[in-house]
């Protein structure tokens, strides 16, 4: 009968400590929700070429760690040279031809001050003649070749004038033709800048398809550099949505990867999804249909990564992570929408 008992008593204390365990591990659940359902996540930035050509150099390796602007392959520029040498000479005929222009305003401006001259002289005599003439002081001759002389000067300066304002028209076209040439030469320099392909940001080179003597078309991807620190990265945790009424944005997180359990990382809760990852999946599910059955879903929550645990850029795209939100923690503020563009400008 004492055996009995005693097993009795035994049973009734494993269940009573299974369920203080449980308790406690429900309880500490709904206090920290958690889930594995997480991966690491980041910006992956495609290097490409913006113009065609043959790849002359390709200075990085895979898997290489490569600073912003850091050059990354050059292509062969010699055609883009030449179109660079050719602005610049169409350039140097526009200011010929401007230069040439201005001579030829000056001197049509020089022939209408002459003409002009040669007008008032000519309308002096015949004024002269003219008085000389009503006062029968000289004979008609004089005054007819006077009056002669005043309409050949007033036709010699009206056609002077107009080869000036025909030359100062010709001004403003040679004008505009520099501005287009210097246009062009811009254009060409900028597209020979084109043959130099540098880094987007900091980061680690992968995904690298170019090689060197290889011919690239506008837009083809080379390779992609991945940031490993600062805002790109960051986790992808999947909640259930029975845990979204206690995850708020700003709450502190943590969250260790399965590459070494052992060391956790710090962040914040940054945004949660619009929409749950069935909504966004390429064939969404159908539940008008009679054999429905309801499954929790999942919705994907951004958690943010404190700078400062993850120094040395060890998190890696696509690691496996468990996250765990502290809900009784006060919430971090986001900064103003104008202070976070200011930050971005700082960094």
Same mark, same amino acid.
């Given at each position: 009968?004492?055996?009995?008992?005693?097993?009795?008593?035994?049973?009734?204390?494993?269940?009573?400590? &299974?369920?203080?365990?449980?308790?406690?591990?429900?309880?500490?659940?709904?206090?920290?929700?958690?889930?594995?359902?997480?991966?690491?996540?980041?910006?992956?930035?495609?290097?490409?070429?913006?113009?065609?050509?043959?790849?002359?150099?390709?200075?990085?390796?895979?898997?290489?760690?490569?600073?912003?602007?850091?050059? &990354?392959?050059?292509?062969?520029?010699?055609?883009?040279?030449?179109?660079?040498?050719?602005?610049?000479? #169409?350039?140097?005929?526009?200011?010929?031809?401007?230069?040439? =222009?201005?001579?030829?305003?000056?001197?049509?401006?020089?022939?209408?001050?002459? !003409?002009?001259?040669?007008?008032?002289?000519?309308?002096? =005599?015949? #004024?002269?003649?003219?008085?000389?003439?009503? /006062?029968?002081?000289?004979?008609?001759?004089?005054?007819?070749?006077?009056?002669?002389?005043?309409?050949?000067? $007033?036709? !010699?300066?009206?056609?002077?004038?107009?080869?000036?304002?025909?030359?100062?028209? +010709?001004?403003?076209?040679?004008?505009?033709? *520099?501005?287009?040439?210097?246009?062009?030469?811009? +254009? #060409?320099?900028?597209?020979?800048?084109?043959?130099?392909?540098?880094?987007? $940001? !900091?980061?680690?080179?992968?995904?690298?398809?170019?090689?060197?003597?290889?011919?690239?078309?506008?837009?083809?991807?080379?390779?992609?550099?991945?940031?490993?620190?600062?805002?790109?990265?960051? *986790?992808?945790? =999947?909640?259930?949505?029975?845990?979204?009424? /206690? &995850?708020?944005?700003?709450?502190?997180?943590?969250?260790?990867? !399965?590459?070494?359990?052992?060391?956790?990382?710090?962040?914040?809760?940054?945004?949660?999804?619009?929409?749950?990852?069935?909504?966004?999946?390429?064939?969404?599910?159908?539940?008008?249909?009679?054999?429905?059955?309801?499954?929790?879903?999942?919705?994907?929550?951004?958690?943010?990564?404190?700078?400062?645990?993850?120094?040395?850029?060890?998190?890696?795209?696509?690691?496996?992570?468990?996250?765990?939100?502290?809900?009784? #923690?006060?919430?971090?503020?986001? @900064?103003? @929408?104008?202070?976070?563009?200011?930050?971005?400008?700082? /960094?």
């Amino acid at each position: 009968m004492l055996k009995k008992w005693l097993s009795f008593s035994v049973i009734v204390l494993v269940l009573a400590a &299974i369920a203080v365990v449980g308790y406690r591990y429900w309880h500490y659940s709904q206090v920290y929700p958690n889930t594995e359902d997480a991966y690491v996540s980041g910006d992956v930035f495609s290097v490409s070429s913006r113009v065609a050509g043959k790849l002359l150099t390709v200075d990085v390796l895979e898997n290489q760690t490569v600073r912003r602007s850091q050059v &990354i392959a050059t292509l062969d520029p010699r055609d883009y040279d030449s179109q660079v040498e050719q602005a610049k000479a #169409a350039l140097v005929e526009a200011q010929t031809a401007l230069a040439t =222009n201005r001579a030829q305003i000056a001197q049509a401006k020089a022939k209408a001050d002459a !003409d002009a001259s040669k007008l008032e002289l000519a309308r002096i =005599n015949l #004024a002269r003649f003219s008085e000389l003439f009503k /006062r029968n002081s000289a004979p008609k001759q004089p005054y007819d070749n006077a009056v002669g002389a005043e309409q050949v000067a $007033a036709a !010699d300066l009206a056609a002077s004038q107009k080869a000036l304002a025909a030359v100062e028209a +010709n001004l403003n076209v040679a004008q505009q033709h *520099i501005k287009l040439q210097e246009t062009r030469l811009a +254009n #060409a320099e900028l597209t020979r800048s084109y043959c130099t392909i540098t880094a987007p $940001a !900091d980061g680690v080179v992968s995904r690298k398809s170019a090689q060197a003597g290889q011919v690239v078309a506008p837009g083809q991807p080379l390779c992609a550099v991945v940031p490993l620190a600062g805002e790109h990265i960051w *986790i992808e945790a =999947n909640f259930k949505e029975t845990e979204l009424s /206690r &995850i708020r944005v700003g709450m502190p997180a943590t969250f260790h990867t !399965d590459v070494d359990p052992a060391r956790v990382y710090r962040g914040w809760v940054a945004s949660l999804s619009a929409g749950t990852g069935a909504a966004f999946s390429l064939l969404p599910p159908e539940n008008a249909t009679g054999n429905w059955v309801k499954i929790v879903q999942r919705l994907p929550v951004r958690i943010a990564v404190d700078p400062a645990t993850n120094a040395d850029n060890s998190l890696r795209l696509g690691l496996s992570v468990h996250v765990e939100v502290d809900t009784l #923690a006060q919430p971090r503020t986001p @900064p103003a @929408p104008q202070q976070a563009a200011e930050q971005n400008t700082s /960094r």
